[in-house]
């Protein structure tokens, strides 16, 4: 069995391997670039190790044109992820978030399809600040981003299954034990004494030596018939076997992943394979153990390959297996009965456990106000009073849950004041639409996303309409480049940019994300987009079969082939 020490043996290591061995696990010189007040930048290298304390440095692409004329740097900014493990906050901790938003951001609040708090547009002077205010409400962004386990997602829904107290606390705790061990996060942020690090690697991170992993990795635990934190798209997976009303275990999936390269046919979306059961007591070890072979495996070499899926394909799922059972020392079980129906939200009241639940739609995630529309006042309002908890969903979506029969009516009033039932009235399709932030801070962005996807859906809109479609769920993701944020590969309708104002559109993708889906039109402008999709959305409607989804339908009548691995993505 290779160890982590053998990894710096290989030959032409990719140059982030460098830079995490000489960081002195994850320190860098961030904290002296902190201080220096010349820029609102820090150095090339430390944007690399700023990632695994939670934080991106950007800058607003829309004024780069501008501020290079006037020989200015550019305008840098920051991005913090706050962890939320299974994306449960509490109303005080939701009024923080609020504050900062606020006080050192743009003015809003990102929820992110893996359940995180981000802001966007912190200046460097503030940077430290927003960590702290963070830290004070007991969340944290390390880890949030990086070559290590990001935020671990579990089934948000309370009134779903009388096991989810149960899942939550196992997402926490996989969390938990996956964070790094670094004193590096406390001594930058928090102001803690500095640990002079004497002992080895295998004492100062445990799990992930002093070069961590490969590339980013993704958990994420669902609870059938809800696949709404699709699970076959994350590193290592974790289905939720119910029996006789309890928690058995999990069946586990490993290998899933969305990031692609355009033009590069070796990189593709992948779905998870699920390779055995383990019993609920021992996820946590699976989980370990799993991560330890990926860090041990896989491609430190080229960072385009890097990802558990390619480690999965190169090696085979048999050779995974027998792996993993070495490792632990006994075997997984063989898999168990599943099913899922669906990976969406449920809008509206509910009420499970004895308690009321309100699932809000917001579009694309993004917590603001408008003129028309006061969301974030709103939500600030209900937090002053909330005795429960806020849950976000991995749909971008955001429950106010556990209210108590008392409190609802406060809460019904508040959400009848501020017109937040709107998202019960929005068309099957964009009640299932999702898309990543990317223009104007996101520094891959190709193309727009979040900012376009609402006025395309508008249009689509008008041909569902007349096509007797409009209350049709049909899942559409849209990521303004490969790297696949939102989870576009398993989308029914999906678009990842090449350019601006251009796209690539796919379709075929399953509706309750067991299924990738294939290429159908490639770069293409909105009224490509529409006259592509206009027919095949008329023939839907009229010769579908009873209750066929219109991913199945597109395959049925042969727009596009069946996808069932990532090897036959391009094909």
């Not at 500095?194 to 609870?223: C, H, M, N, S, W």
């Not at 006025?455 to 696949?484: F, Q, Y």
Request: with cysteine.
């Amino acid at each position: 069995m290779a160890s982590h020490k053998d990894i710096k043996k290989q030959e032409q290591l990719d140059e982030m391997e460098r830079i995490k061995e000489d960081s002195n696990y994850l320190r860098g010189t961030i904290k002296e670039g902190l201080a220096d007040s010349i820029t609102g930048a820090i150095s090339e290298e430390d944007t690399k190790l700023l990632k695994f304390h939670g934080s991106y440095q950007q800058d607003d692409r829309d004024l780069r044109d501008e501020r290079r004329r006037q020989k200015l740097e550019p305008a840098y900014q920051f991005m913090i992820r706050v962890r939320v493990p299974g994306g449960v906050a509490t109303p005080d901790q939701w009024l923080v978030m609020d504050e900062i938003a606020h006080k050192y951001a743009n003015g809003t609040l990102k929820l992110t399809t893996r359940q995180a708090f981000q802001f966007h547009g912190i200046l460097k002077r503030n940077l430290k600040k927003s960590m702290q205010d963070i830290n004070d409400t007991l969340l944290d962004t390390l880890a949030a981003c990086g070559d290590v386990n990001r935020n671990v997602m579990s089934n948000p829904n309370p009134y779903q299954s009388e096991v989810h107290a149960e899942v939550h606390q196992l997402a926490g705790d996989i969390s938990n034990h996956l964070s790094p061990r670094t004193g590096a996060y406390h001594e930058i942020w928090l102001d803690k004494e500095k640990v002079v690090d004497t002992r080895d690697e295998e004492q100062v991170e445990p799990i992930y030596g002093k070069t961590y992993l490969p590339r980013k990795f993704k958990i994420g635990i669902a609870v059938p018939p809800s696949n709404d934190i699709d699970v076959f798209s994350q590193d290592l997976g974790f289905i939720a076997i119910i029996e006789d009303g309890e928690l058995a275990g999990f069946n586990v999936t490993a290998g899933g992943g969305m990031g692609m390269t355009h033009g590069n046919t070796d990189t593709y979306p992948q779905l998870g394979r699920v390779i055995g059961f383990c019993p609920k007591e021992k996820v946590v070890e699976v989980a370990e153990k799993i991560v330890t072979i990926q860090r041990d495996y896989g491609n430190r070499s080229d960072r385009k390959n890097a990802r558990f899926k390619y480690t999965v394909d190169a090696r085979g799922v048999d050779w995974l297996k027998g792996e993993l059972n070495e490792r632990l020392g006994w075997n997984l079980e063989e898999a168990r009965p599943f099913h899922f129906e669906h990976n969406g939200d449920r809008y509206g009241w509910t009420k499970g456990n004895g308690r009321w639940h309100f699932t809000l739609f917001i579009q694309n995630g993004r917590v603001k106000d408008t003129e028309n529309y006061q969301l974030m006042t709103a939500l600030r309002e209900i937090a002053k009073i909330h005795t429960g908890d806020f849950r976000l969903t991995p749909n971008q979506n955001l429950i106010i849950a556990n209210v108590t029969s008392h409190k609802k009516k406060q809460i019904n009033e508040l959400i009848d004041k501020y017109g937040m039932t709107e998202g019960k009235h929005y068309s099957g399709l964009r009640r299932n639409s999702m898309a990543c932030v990317a223009f104007p801070t996101c520094g891959l962005a190709m193309a727009e996303s979040e900012r376009y996807l609402p006025s395309l859906v508008d249009k689509m809109e008008d041909i569902l309409d007349e096509a007797g479609l409009t209350e049709e769920e049909i899942v559409i993701r849209m990521s303004g480049c490969p790297n696949g944020c939102s989870r576009p590969g398993l989308a029914e309708i999906a678009f990842i940019g090449k350019a601006p104002g251009k796209y690539n559109m796919y379709l075929g993708g399953g509706f309750a994300g067991e299924r990738l889906n294939k290429l159908y039109r490639e770069n293409i402008g909105e009224a490509e987009i529409l006259e592509s999709l206009r027919p095949i959305l008329f023939r839907y409607a009229k010769e579908r079969e009873v209750g066929e989804h219109f991913g199945d339908f597109v395959i049925r009548a042969g727009y596009v082939e069946e996808v069932h691995s990532g090897l036959d993505f391009h094909r």
